[in-house]
């Protein structure tokens, strides 16, 4: 007899667990696909905008994981090759693409470099996942004519496709030293939550609203 009570109650001990873990919602994840701008480089890690994000999401209760797959050096083409993988890895319900500033800096084609970014935006959409893409600028040493056409691949890719656009990651960081590090092209722990505030009013209407408590 008590062997056939422990199993009742550990069956239905399972039918409790298995209830809860289905009455609770999957939680979403967003994916940052970026380059040194993202990744942090040359800021601890918790000071950077993405760990920012995730901390913001928290805080204001939004059921969303964070998965910063930015890698320093990045371009386009290596952007678009890994992310397939991530893709299909974590199965993200948003991406946020952060890539193009080190195709410029390079002086790759920007024919290229837009066709990779247009590439990534059908594949993430493919996926169902909502897109935000994030513009970046050129030095004007670059010549006029290169970082106009480099300035308007963004929101022409955004208006194409219909996904939504942040204009310039560093707007009103890159010419603020304070806020700038020694070389010139990264933002330093202070010009970090600057970096999320840009981002932050683009994003949040992508996001599905958090759940308030009842009562």
Not at 1 to 27: D, E, G, H, Y
Not at 90 to 111: M, S
Not at 120 to 137: C, D, Y
């Amino acid at each position: 007899m008590s062997t056939l009570i422990r199993f009742i109650q550990s069956l239905l001990l399972w039918t409790v667990v298995a209830a809860a873990s289905a009455a609770a919602p999957a939680q979403r994840t967003i994916i940052v696909l970026g380059d040194s701008l993202s990744a942090g480089y040359g800021v601890p890690i918790q000071q950077g905008w993405v760990k920012l994000l995730e901390q913001r999401l928290a805080k204001e209760g939004y059921g969303y994981r964070v998965v910063n797959a930015s890698v320093t050096g990045e371009t386009t083409q290596g952007g678009l090759a890994r992310l397939p993988r991530a893709l299909d890895q974590h199965k993200p319900a948003l991406v946020i693409l952060e890539l193009g500033g080190n195709d410029g800096l390079r002086g790759l084609p920007l024919a290229t470099s837009r066709e990779n970014l247009a590439r990534m935006i059908e594949l993430s959409q493919k996926t169902k996942a909502k897109v935000l893409l994030v513009g970046m600028m050129m030095p004007p040493n670059y010549g006029p004519r290169y970082a106009d056409e480099f300035r308007e691949m963004y929101p022409a890719l955004a208006k194409k496709y219909s996904v939504a656009l942040v204009p310039f990651l560093l707007d009103q960081v890159a010419l603020n030293a304070e806020l700038m590090q020694p070389d010139g092209i990264h933002a330093n722990a202070k010009g970090q939550p600057r970096m999320l505030e840009n981002v932050w009013p683009r994003l949040k209407p992508l996001l599905v609203a958090p759940v308030k408590p009842a009562g």
